[in-house]
């Protein structure tokens, strides 16, 4: 059986970032396309010149319009850089207690846990802010709730939209990185 889709565009010329492109596809409410193709990128690390937007199947007029408006008004994000931890750590501990217990409870889910499968620079700091934990070095509520707290900062470093509006609490939106200035 033949699949077919049904490509928008190409939109351009203009500047666009195809993957956060797709993201504020879906943040506007549009079903996530099978993809967003950019074309004619200037340079390696340069936004396309020209992007194409491919979805299985047709979408309706209204959802045509909204596609439409959401391509003009793309604007690529520059370069970003992870933000200090030392920062990511104070946003965090700025939140309230039910929302620190959704993002602890969160990082925690599965197995191994989600905080143990991170793959980024700073993994092996995680394992070893567990394993103070784990042996009883970090003995006080007040101590573990700073190593939490720690923990959940670097792992934001690494995976920088973690806390940026997640589904178990909407209403965080702590970035890991930041624009390079």
């Known amino acids: 059986m033949a699949t077919t889709t049904t490509i928008y565009g190409p939109y351009g010329p203009g ?7 797709a993201g504020e596809i879906v943040a506007a409410g549009l079903p ?10 200037p340079a390696p690390g340069q936004p396309a010149t020209s992007v194409a937007v491919v979805y299985a199947a047709p979408l309706t007029s209204a959802q045509v319009n909204t596609l439409d ?4 008004a793309h ?25 620190k217990n959704a993002v602890w409870t969160d990082l925690n889910a599965g ?4 905080w143990a499968q991170d ?15 784990q042996l009883g070095a970090v003995q006080t509520v ?33 970035p890991g990185d930041e624009p390079v200035p």
């Open 32 to 41: 996530a396309p099978q993809d967003v193709q950019g074309s004619g990128y």
């Open 15 to 21: 500047s666009y970032n195809p993957a956060q492109l």
């Open 111 to 114: 197995t191994p846990p989600k």
């Open 119 to 133: 793959r980024g620079t700073n993994a092996a700091d995680l394992h070893v802010l567990w394993m103070l934990q």
């Open 142 to 174: 007040t101590d573990k709730n700073m190593v939490r707290q720690m923990l959940i900062a670097i792992y934001c470093t690494d995976n920088p939209n973690f806390l940026v509006h997640p589904a178990f609490a909407p209403e965080i939106n702590i």
């Open 75 to 99: 604007v690529p994000a520059g370069p970003r850089r992870p933000r200090l931890i030392f920062d990511v750590y104070n946003d965090v501990g700025a939140l309230t207690a039910a929302q």
């Open 69 to 72: 408006a959401v391509v003009a």
